[in-house]
């Protein structure tokens, strides 16, 4: 076969040609671009494994964004925290120096303008933002937090910042946890407020040693005649179980004794006690939880004695104390010790002279239009409060009447509608079987139905009525809008047509409360109302005890597992300008705790907040140690992603170069077969 010049043209140039220009197109491209590649067609593994470090690359960027961000704001709050560290600091020192016996009225005044002062910067504080966004407000973050009046107006979410995958990390603190967040390690303590002497020797103070003779008095002043001292007990244990006892003893014994009767009634045993109740030098009952975390522990205490030797201290019915008198020594021979007073008013039926009888038989305290209870709703189990939605079975003290139900219970609803008229309604707990729940109007004798959400409407069932619905039934008795029949369309239509004139609800600290919606500020509303449960006066041997409290004549709170920030605040610098170093009833606020319970306030608020900052703390301290971890994975990704699909410039020349002499070299060869002529090829 004859080699033809085509032949060689073809094979040396032809091919060589295709093959160069497509490599040194690539590796110009590669020059100009930086990259390895441009198209998945250039090579699928390169361009695979780039697509992947692109995909985390982008996550890492968002990473870092949001913890920085989160950052930030954590950072910030840290600040803050420190901030309100300083101011209550202030306020202990301050406190300290109120409680010391030597400053006049004058100077605690001057101590209370400055204690005002820090609770004013607090709030301001409690308000901070930060580019528009309050940092207390949960995520809330457009709704300042704290009003004026000091109440919450967040809520309790967290916010979080994305740290990795499926890995999330919170960088708020809501102002949920830290004005009312709950410390589940912290044990009540609360005290009674009236203040004792000793009746017989009053150069002597009152002490656990002293006798009851001493706290009770003795008309006659003949130690050799015993009387017999009557002490009725009310309150609830840590549990939320209620108690209500009578205790007699002769006035020989010591008040030692009495505390001893006090704490068994709560449940101490001769090896165990789960309450300590101890007495203060103002004689003064102090009832301290030995368990820590609940909030429930109550205590209503009231002494009687008859002085002629007679029976009429001894009573199955509290009210009939209310015929003997609260003065030493009294004109007649019934003389009625009170432990507690709080200036509520009595609902109708209940005993009217002498505060210290009623227990929990009063009415909502009145500010304007809004009506208000004193006593939470705290669940049982979790010592959560309780919201719309809680049955009242996770509150109620089940113990009582049928035990384990609610089922033949009933609540007294009391007081005065929106436009001035009495009224007196019962509720009856009842079970399906017994036909459901009710509320009967005992003025006209009429019941109705109180109806379940489910498809078929009948009466809800007693241990699974909510507070929506007890606050339902409130709300059109106070507002005078009762169903125009027993059926669950009137009752609807009553309820829609309630809400109009007024709004019955839980407040943030689990309290019900009510508000006329038709009055005017000038002259507050008309209504009030008084929920209780009607065995609450009942001292007869077995009798049931309440099944629940709403509004109470009760010892007063010295601490407590639940945070209630600004009023805590607020409640310390009263005591300070009302000159109180113990809780007194006879000036001032009076149910105050004085400024020497004031400091142990303080002090769990100190506490508190240390633990909210430290959390705040790790908070900042973990989102930092995530950006720096993030910052360094990103270089490392893109490092490596550079390693994958970036030229290396140097390399890439020198390959352009080599490839540039061989397609010259390739030409030079080309050209000098092209002028070979035929003879030199035969």
Do not use: C, W
């Not at 009674?192 to 008309?219: A, F, H, Q, Y």
């Not at 009506?371 to 996770?394: D, G, M, R, Y």
């Not at 004549?553 to 920030?565: E, G, M, R, V, W």
């Amino acid at each position: 076969m004859r080699v033809t010049n085509s032949m060689y043209y073809d094979s040396i140039y032809g091919n060589n040609n295709s093959k160069l220009n497509r490599k040194l197109f690539d590796v110009n491209k590669q020059i100009a671009s930086g990259l390895k590649i441009q198209y998945a067609k250039d090579d699928v593994r390169t361009f695979t494994e780039t697509m992947r470090l692109d995909n985390e690359v982008t996550v890492l960027k968002q990473i870092k964004q949001s913890t920085q961000s989160g950052y930030k704001m954590a950072n910030q709050t840290d600040e803050v925290m420190n901030e309100f560290q300083t101011s209550i600091n202030r306020m202990r020192t301050l406190l300290i120096q109120a409680a010391n016996e030597t400053n006049s009225d004058t100077s605690r005044d001057a101590i209370a303008d400055e204690l005002r002062g820090i609770e004013k910067n607090l709030k301001g504080l409690a308000n901070t933002s930060i580019n528009g966004q309050f940092l207390f407000a949960g995520s809330a973050v457009d709704t300042k937090p704290i009003a004026d009046d000091g109440t919450y107006n967040g809520n309790d979410h967290a916010m979080n910042a994305f740290v990795g995958a499926n890995n999330k990390q919170q960088y708020n603190l809501s102002g949920a946890d830290l004005f009312l967040g709950e410390e589940i390690l912290r044990k009540r303590e609360i005290t009674s407020n009236v203040v004792n002497g000793n009746l017989i020797d009053n150069t002597k103070s009152l002490t656990p040693d002293s006798t009851l003779r001493e706290l009770m008095g003795d008309k006659d002043n003949n130690a050799a005649t015993a009387n017999t001292d009557y002490f009725y007990l009310r309150g609830t244990k840590h549990d939320g179980s209620a108690i209500k006892e009578k205790i007699s003893l002769q006035d020989t014994a010591t008040i030692s004794t009495l505390l001893d009767r006090i704490g068994t009634a709560y449940g101490n045993t001769g090896t165990v006690n789960v309450v300590d109740v101890s007495m203060n030098s103002d004689g003064q009952i102090v009832v301290k939880d030995k368990i820590s975390g609940s909030s429930k522990l109550d205590f209503q205490l009231v002494g009687a004695v008859d002085f002629s030797g007679g029976s009429a201290a001894d009573v199955t019915d509290i009210d009939n104390l209310d015929s003997g008198e609260t003065t030493y020594p009294p004109a007649g021979n019934l003389y009625v010790k009170e432990f507690m007073k709080s200036n509520l008013n009595p609902a109708a039926g209940a005993a009217a002279n002498i505060e210290g009888l009623v227990y929990d038989r009063t009415l909502f305290s009145k500010d304007g239009l809004f009506l208000s209870s004193n006593a939470p709703q705290v669940l049982k189990n979790n010592n959560a409060f309780a919201t719309p939605s809680t049955k009242i079975s996770e509150v109620a003290d089940l113990s009582q009447g049928n035990a384990g139900t609610l089922d033949g219970s009933s609540l007294n609803l009391v007081g005065t509608d929106v436009n001035g008229g009495a009224y007196d309604v019962t509720i009856n707990f009842q079970s399906t079987v017994n036909g459901g729940s009710t509320f009967t109007d005992n003025n006209t004798g009429t019941s109705y139905n109180i109806f379940n959400m489910d498809a078929t409407r009948t009466a809800v069932n007693a241990d699974d009525m909510t507070y929506q619905q007890l606050m339902d039934v409130v709300n059109m008795v106070v507002t005078n809008t009762l169903p125009s029949a027993n059926t669950a369309t009137a009752y609807d239509t009553a309820i829609d047509d309630a809400s109009l004139k007024g709004n019955t609800y839980l407040s943030y600290d689990g309290k019900l409360s009510f508000h006329d919606l038709q009055g005017t500020d000038v002259n507050g509303t008309q209504a009030s109302i008084s929920l209780y449960d009607p065995n609450s006066d009942d001292f007869t041997a077995g009798a049931a005890s309440s099944i629940m409290t709403f509004n109470t004549n009760n010892a007063l709170t010295i601490t407590d597992p639940k945070t209630d920030f600004f009023s805590m605040v607020d409640e310390m610098i009263t005591a300070v300008e009302d000159h109180k170093l113990y809780p007194d009833s006879r000036s001032g606020h009076v149910r105050n705790v004085g400024i020497e319970n004031a400091i142990q306030k303080i002090d769990d608020l100190q506490d508190h907040v240390l633990r909210m900052h430290a959390k705040v703390g790790a908070q900042s301290n973990t989102l930092n140690t995530s950006l720096e971890r993030t910052q360094i994975l990103e270089v490392s990704t893109m490092s490596l992603r550079s390693e994958v699909v970036d030229t290396d410039l140097a390399e890439s020349s020198l390959r352009l170069q080599q490839l540039t002499t061989n397609y010259q070299a390739m030409l030079s060869t080309v050209g000098r077969i092209s002028k070979l002529s035929l003879v030199n090829y035969l």
